[in-house]
C-alpha cells in the first residue's frame, strides 16, 4: 500500500558549487538510492522521478539532485560539454554520497545509485570509489561504457536495463557488462526506445529497479559500515 512521502528540499555542498536535491525518507527507511540524471537534464526529470517515486513506496529513500548548478546547465546547454564530463559527475556525486552517510536521517543507510545515459558512467565511477559505501547501481538507458576502466573495480551489483529499440545503447551496455567483475545482470526491455516512453516501459524499469534495490540494500546485510576512503573530494 502507497505511503505518505515528505520530501525536503537540501543543499548539498560540493567544493566550490552548492547543488539542490529533493531528499525523501521513508519511515523505516532501510536504504537510500541517489539519483545521477543523464545529459541535459535535471532532478526535475519525469522518468527519474518516476522511478524515485516507486522506490520510495517500497520503504527506500531517495536523493534526486542537480549535478550542475543553474548557470553551470546554462552554459551546458550551450556547450554541451559537462554533460558528458563523467569524472565531475561523478565527483560530485561523491560528495553527495558523503553528504547522506552525514545526514542524521540517512547516515547509517546503504547507498545505492541510479544513473540515466552519462550519469550511469558517473555512478559506475563513484561505486567503484566508494565501495565500501555503495551496495548496488542500476543503469537506465545509460553509457557505462564511458565508466572506462572504471569498470573492472566496480565491486557493488550493477543491473543494467535497456530498451530493446535502443541498438546502438545495448551494444554499448553488452561491451560494459563483459568489463564488468561485479554481481550483474543486464535486463533488455522489449519494445522500449532511449526514453522507455512506450507504455508499461517506464513501469517495468521501476519494478527492476525496486527489486534491485530491496534485494541488496535492504534484504542482504553486510557486517559493519564503511567510511569514505575514496581520493573523489
Known sequence: MAQDLETRAVTIPAREVELAGDLTVPEGAQGIVLFAHGSG????????????RQIAEAG??????????????????????????????????????????????????????????????????????????????????????????????VGAPTLL??????RRVIELNRYAY????????????????????EPGALEAVARLATAWFRRHLVETRQAGSGTYQGDMR
Request: hydrophobic fraction near 45%.
Open 178 to 197: 563483459a568489463r564488468l567483475r561485479c554481481e550483474k545482470r543486464l535486463e533488455i526491455i522489449p519494445g522500449a526506445t532511449h526514453l522507455f516512453e
Open 161 to 166: 536495463i535497456v530498451g530493446g529499440e535502443d
Open 60 to 153: 527506500i529513500a531517495t536523493l534526486l539532485f542537480d549535478l550542475l548548478t543553474p548557470e553551470e546547465e546554462e552554459r551546458d546547454r550551450w556547450t554541451g560539454q559537462l554533460r558528458f564530463d563523467v569524472l565531475l559527475l561523478a565527483r560530485r556525486l561523491a560528495l553527495a554520497t558523503l553528504f547522506v552517510s552525514e545526514w542524521p536521517q540517512t547516515r547509517s543507510l546503504k547507498v545505492g545509485y541510479f544513473g540515466a545515459s552519462s550519469g550511469a558512467a558517473a555512478a559506475l565511477i563513484a561505486a567503484a570509489a566508494l565501495s565500501r559505501l555503495v551496495g548496488a547501481v542500476v543503469s537506465r538507458g545509460g553509457r557505462p561504457d564511458l565508466a572506462s576502466d572504471a569498470l573492472e573495480e
Open 41 to 52: 537534464s535535471s532532478r526535475q526529470s519525469p522518468r527519474n522521478r518516476f522511478v524515485a
